[in-house]
């Protein structure tokens, strides 16, 4: 019994196998033939469109037509990148004048900082020499008699700023 069993599977196993490549076959046949389908469809258009220019003037128009259609496609691509690298061009300049600028106004700032510092600079020498008198008024006479002591300690200190 368990033979006939594995017998009836082994049959049944041969027989969907058979099957399922029937019907592989049958759709891959089914798609070629619409494809046929699809391109004999394609020639009776094309042969109606061509009893439709019978006609020479239609059927020159329709080749001129053809013609600066293609034309007319190349120059809009042409006049699609010229566009597109004027628009560089202009994004290129933009960045320049931006860099140009940054620069100008380093260079503004840095002439305005070194001022500063200048300035600081005679402040501290003022402050120097203006604690130097009131320390030598307090501390070594009195500040209405002049003095060469002063003058010459006021040098040694502050020679270079006055």
């Not at 094309?46 to 059927?59: D, P």
Request: with cysteine.
């Amino acid at each position: 019994k368990r033979e006939l069993n594995a017998i009836s599977a082994n049959i049944a196993r041969v027989n969907l196998e058979g099957h399922a490549a029937a019907l592989i076959s049958a759709l891959g046949r089914g798609f070629l033939a619409r494809i046929e389908v699809k391109r004999q469809y394609r020639q009776r258009l094309m042969k109606r469109l061509s009893n439709f220019f019978t006609n020479a003037v239609v059927f020159k128009c329709f080749l001129i037509w053809k013609f600066f259609r293609l034309e007319m496609i190349e120059f809009r691509a042409k006049i699609k990148k010229a566009n597109a690298t004027l628009f560089n061009r202009g994004l290129l300049n933009g960045f320049r004048a931006l860099a140009g600028y940054m620069h100008h106004r380093r260079a503004k700032y840095d002439k305005f900082d070194r001022a500063l510092d200048l300035a600081d600079k005679s402040l501290v020498a003022r402050n120097e020499t203006f604690h130097l008198y009131i320390a030598y008024m307090f501390k070594d006479g009195p500040w209405w008699t002049p003095d060469a002591e002063l003058e010459k300690l006021v040098k040694e200190k502050c020679g270079s700023f006055l």
